[in-house]
Every structure is written in C-alpha cells, then in structure tokens.
C-alpha cells in the first residue's frame, strides 16, 4: 500500500483513518518515552553515520514511491535519533518543554493547512492573530493607543522589524529610493544584546559596522551613561543614530536593561527604542516579577517570544508596535490579486501586506488554545515556578565548593550561570594557566552528557570568562528532583577531568 491509496483516492477512507491512527500511536508513544525520566533525551550519532543510514533509515531520496509500511518506519526512527526537547533534563534552550495543548493546536493548524494573508482563505485565525496581539500590547502597556504587530517566524526576524519599522518612521523614503538616499544611520544595542541585530543591520543595508555596542555593568545590563557618550560619539564621527534596542532578559545572562534610563535618552535624541523581549516578555504575565520589565510600555516596538517562557510550541514570535499603521506603510505593495479593495468584508483583517513575507505560516492557535486552557494566572503560576527553581538551584550551588556562580547575587531571571571544579583545579587560585584549564571542562562534561543522553545543558564563554555553563528553567515537566539530578550528574562525568 501506498500514499496514492489514502484520500482523495476514491476508497482511501478507511486506509487514510487506519495510517492516521498508527502515526498517532507513534507519536503518543514518544510523548509518553519524553516526560519519562528515566527515558534518555538522545540516542546520540553523529552526522556522517546519518547521512550513511542507520539499521535502515535512510535518509536518501528515491525516484520511486516507497510503501506507507516503510513510511511509519521512517516516523518512528526520525523521532529515536531525535532530542526529546520535552523531556524534564532537557535545558539547553530558552524554549523547551512540550505543551499538549500547544501540541493539539499544532496539529490542528497542519491540517488546517492554510496561510495568513488574507482573511479570505483564513478567517478564523486572522481575527485570532487580532485578539492575541490586542491582549499583548494591553499587556505591554499600551492600552490607551490602537497598536498593530504581526506574528513572525522566530525573534530575529521580529527584531529585523522592528529595525524596519524604525527605520522606515525617520525616512519613509527609504521604500522607493533605497539606502542611497539616507545619512550614514547607525543603531545601538547592548553588548549582551542577541546577534540578530547585527544580522538584521546586515539584511537590510545597515552594515555590522553601524551597530554600536554599548558597555554593560557587571550582571549584563546596558549602562544609560555610556549609550549616552556612544550616541554623542557616533555624531561626531558622521554617523545619524536612528535606534535603540534595549534587551529584557538577554540570553546568556538573563538580563534587564533599564528600560526607564534607555527611554529617557531615547526621547532627548528622538530615537526609536526596540525592547528585545524575546526571552523575558513572558515575565509580563507575572504579577511578582513583572516590574523587571518597568518602562516597556514606553518603547516603540517589542518583540516577544510566547515559544520561549510561555511554553508555547514551536514557533511563535511577534512584533508589537504603539503606532498603527506603520507595519503597513513601510512593507505593503498592495498585490492586485491578493488584496483587492472592493472585497466583501472589512479588509482590514486582510493583515498580510504588513508583512515582509507572502506566505505565512499560522502561528496564533496554538498560543490562543494554550491561553484558553491556561488563562493568564495559568501562564503566571508556570513562570513564578521557573522563578522559585531557578532560585533553588542558585542557593544549592552556593553551599558547593566545586561549583562557582557567574554572579554572586541571586538571579533576577531564569538563567543561572556557572563553573564546575573538578577537584584537580578546586585549590588552584585563579590565573591564566587555570582558566586554560577550566575552559576545557564544560565542553567535555557537554559531550558526555550528549554521549550518554542523560541531559542537555548549554555552555559559552562570555568576555573575559572562561566556557561556563548556563542553566535557563523553561520547561515545564521540570521538578526540583531534576536540578538535584543535573548537579550529581555534571559532579559524576566532571570529577575525573
């Protein structure tokens, strides 16, 4: 039997239903195998031994139709040599976990099947795309003006609109003339800013050259003073600043630019300000620890992940904007068979010309059914737990002399990060030949945890410090059980090193 038997082939009802249900069983299966703790995160190969097939997945293509049987053998083996992202030691990115709900709404979505340009062939989910961001910016803050947003594959391309936007609101010429026509703009971004802002600069003719990163204090958060002293530099050197894009919850170090002083400056130069709140937006929903982000509802735009502490699957990222209409000013060229005025409901629900894209995938119900589930407190009670765990396993790792924190104080966000001992380098004082060594060790504590598939951690260096590992809680089947296991499991594969 093959796909040309299931529908619309005349009699494929019964075989579509039959191959449908056996996939499901495929997929309940590895549901229940990813929140089993017991159950490894990873069955590790590496690349070449993929490519070359293994115990007869092959990832090669054929000429010829291979049977539904060998189909379902596929499924079952993409998902063994997989990463259970969803399993409760799995911490190596800042969206983890695997919601079920979220998980209905994906597949719900595929079979939907359809595109968000216009509310002709989506109506459902364009006005749903409406009523989230409606919720979102109320929540940022900007209850009082008609803000627009768009959802958008991923925060870097979020960002990218933002820069857009902001661009396009000091030099709207900018649409028909190009860059030519423009001063030598420059835009400012903290030093732990994400690098899809010199990504987007690069995209849109900006240069990498004219991104300014500016100093940050010793826990990761832009200095007011110093972007100050860095606009009045790049004005006397030619340069035309346009942007700031100040970071709510960087992605190493979890951290909180000030968003009051950075507005403030922001309004004496009359710039754009960008909040980057890819990671901490979600902190929003929580009425405890929601002041970290204070001065949000000053900014221009903000882009906000739901896929990353909101749990959300993957993927789903807006872009908000305070000014209505200007998403749709700089990136509409109004295709006559797509966008036709004299249509038979409010065109305004036609949002896709406020996008960069044509296609556009639906990213808005699984974050709506997941919000209907949850409710707001729902999603505020998931994130102060992360908050407590995250504070759990800072005051753990202070009472151990082989681990030291990054930073002393207790985190401000979910991000915890830090150094193993091994007991050969415990009483070494600090010195360049010990950091040589201590650069080695999370690397390899890294691959025997991916060998062994017990856990996922990440690891970076960062300035002038050494490889270090970064703990982030965003995954929900995660207990405290789970950090004590991750401490002895990195003690176990480190002490030897």
């Known amino acids: 039997l ?32 990813t929140f089993d703790v017991k159950s490894k995160i990873l069955d590790f190969h590496h ?46 990115q800042l969206s983890s976990g695997l919601d079920v709900i979220g998980l209905a709404g994906e597949w719900l979505t595929a079979t939907a099947n359809t595109n968000m ?42 960002n990218l609109y933002g820069i857009l936007v902001a661009r396009y609101k000091q030099y709207p010429e900018i649409k028909a003339r190009g860059m030519a026509v423009l001063p030598c703009i420059a835009l400012f971004v903290s030093e732990q800013g994400h690098y899809s802002i010199k990504k987007a600069a690069a995209t849109l003719g900006i240069g990498t050259n004219n991104v300014i990163e500016v100093k940050c204090d010793e826990r990761g958060k832009m200095i007011p003073a110093e972007l100050e002293k860095n606009i009045l530099q790049a004005q006397r050197k030619g340069q035309t ?22 507005a403030d400056i922001c309004e004496i130069h009359r710039l754009w300000m960008h909040v980057d709140a890819a990671w901490g937006g979600g902190l929003l929903l929580s009425r405890k620890h929601s002041y970290k982000l204070s001065g949000i509802e000053r900014a221009d735009s903000v882009t906000w992940n739901p896929h990353k502490l909101m749990g959300v699957p993957l993927q789903c990222s807006a872009l908000l ?61 998931q994130i102060d737990r992360y908050m407590e765990l995250a504070k759990y396993f800072y005051k753990v790792l202070k009472k151990k002399d082989n681990f030291k924190l990054v930073f002393d104080a207790e985190p401000e966000f979910t991000n915890v990060c830090f150094w193993y001992f091994p007991p050969r380098l415990k ?33 970076q260096p960062c300035g002038d410090k050494v490889n270090f590992f970064r703990m982030v809680f965003s995954n929900p089947a995660t207990r405290q059980t789970d950090v004590d296991y991750l401490i002895d499991e990195i003690q176990r594969l480190g002490k030897d090193l």
């Not at 909180?256 to 002083?261: E, K, S």
């Not at 749709?328 to 629900?349: H, R, S, T, W």
């Not at 004082?429 to 945890?449: G, V, Y």
Request: aromatic content about 12%; overall charge negative; charged content about 25%.
């Open 2 to 33: 093959f796909s040309l038997d299931l529908l619309p082939s005349k009699e494929g009802e019964d075989l579509t239903k039959c191959f449908l249900l056996r996939v499901v069983n495929i997929l309940l299966h590895y549901i229940e195998k």
């Open 47 to 92: 690349p070449h031994q993929l490519l070359e097939g293994l115990d007869g997945f092959d990832l090669e293509l054929s000429d010829h139709p291979e049977s539904l049987e060998q189909l379902l053998v596929d499924c079952t083996d993409t998902l063994k040599y997989g990463v259970k992202t969803g399993h409760p030691r799995y911490f190596n």
């Open 117 to 158: 340009f216009t509310y002709e062939i989506a109506p459902v989910f364009t006005v749903m795309e409406t009523v989230l961001l409606k919720k979102m910016c109320e929540i940022i803050g900007w209850r009082e003006t008609e803000a627009d947003g768009i959802f958008s594959p991923g925060g870097s391309i979020s």
């Open 241 to 262: 600043p346009f942007c700031v894009v100040a970071t709510a919850g960087s992605t190493v170090f979890g951290a909180f630019d000030p968003l009051h002083d950075i």
């Open 321 to 381: 904007t305070r000014e209505k209409g200007l998403l749709g000013a700089c990136n509409q060229m109004q295709a006559e068979y797509l966008f036709q005025p004299d249509k038979v409901y409010n065109i305004n629900f036609d949002t896709g010309d406020k996008t960069v894209q044509c296609g556009r995938h639906v990213d808005v119900f699984k974050l709506w059914l997941m919000w209907k589930a949850k409710g707001t407190y729902g999603f505020e009670v």
């Open 427 to 459: 009483h070494i004082p600090k010195s360049f030949e010990r950091d040589q060594e201590l650069q080695k060790i999370a690397p390899k504590i890294k691959a025997q945890m991916i060998v062994e598939g017990t856990v996922m951690l990440s690891y």
